[in-house]
């Protein structure tokens, strides 16, 4: 099973336990919200333009990490393709990438895995800490960067990241690489409206139709496609 293939099937197992739940109730909604106020309920675009966050350095390391995780395939594009390196860049210079939701007064303490986990740096810091620590790693063990070094040596050193091994440095270990993992997979799936799923290529690769407003006469059909094509937020942002 490739990266890809991984990513899919877990998107599939998530959206069919969210679909065998919704089933088995009654279903009520909201109205429709007033055409004229639709679009300002929305979330603002990502903003257009260069990076807002991530130094272009930062970026090529990402770009480099991000595709090793979704690379290119016959499927589609690869995550940098899709824009999830331009995602990603957007979150870590707003409230996401500040920590805004998370309460982070302390006092910091190991707690359970149910309490989930608690850092002292907010996202943006993590990623700049974490790209800083792996750059200095892969110079100390290659004598490059970690975009320069080949796939195999790039997939290896994610494993070792993965795994948790001991001899990692703390800042680039099994947390740093759940969060990009974590944060690749939300930019190849995401709205377009955040950066990421270019032409909606996340969403066309897992059957998914997009923001639309009413699922209801879909929602028994488990396990046959839809058909639909995907819609945007974008296209009622417009």
């Known amino acids: 099973m490739n990266r890809r293939e991984a990513l899919i099937s877990l998107v599939q197992l998530s959206a069919l ?5 919704a089933s088995a109730g009654v279903i009520t909604t909201a109205p429709h919200p007033a055409t004229g106020t639709r679009a300002e309920a929305l979330p603002l675009p990502a903003k257009a333009g260069g990076l807002t966050y991530l130094t272009d ?15 290119e395939d016959e499927l589609g594009m690869s995550a940098s393709q899709a824009g999830c390196v331009t995602f990603i860049d957007r979150q870590l210079s707003g409230p996401y990438g500040q920590a805004a939701s998370s309460y982070r007064l302390g006092p910091f303490s190991q707690g359970t895995p149910e309490q989930g986990p608690q850092f ?3 996202p943006a810091q993590r990623y700049r800490t974490g ?15 970690f975009s320069q070094l080949s796939a195999d040596q790039q997939d ?13 440095p703390t800042e680039i270990s099994a947390d740093f690489f759940a969060l990009l993992l974590q944060n690749v997979r939300e930019g190849y799936l995401a709205d377009p409206l955040y950066g990421g799923n270019r032409d909606m290529v996340g969403w066309r690769l897992i059957g998914f139709p997009g923001a639309r407003y009413d699922y209801r006469p879909y929602i028994q059909r488990k396990g046959l496609p ?9 296209d009622r942002a417009s």
């Open 17 to 21: 336990g969210a679909i065998g739940t």
């Open 156 to 168: 290896a050193l994610l494993s070792t990241m993965e795994s948790a091994a001991p001899h990692l």
């Open 57 to 71: 350095a930062e970026a090529r390391e990402v770009a480099a990490i991000f595709d090793r995780l979704i690379p």
């Open 226 to 234: 839809l058909d639909l094509e995907p819609v945007s937020l974008l």
């Open 120 to 122: 002292t740096l907010t």
């Open 131 to 145: 790209l800083k620590c792996l750059g200095q790693y892969c110079q100390r063990l290659h004598g490059r960067a």
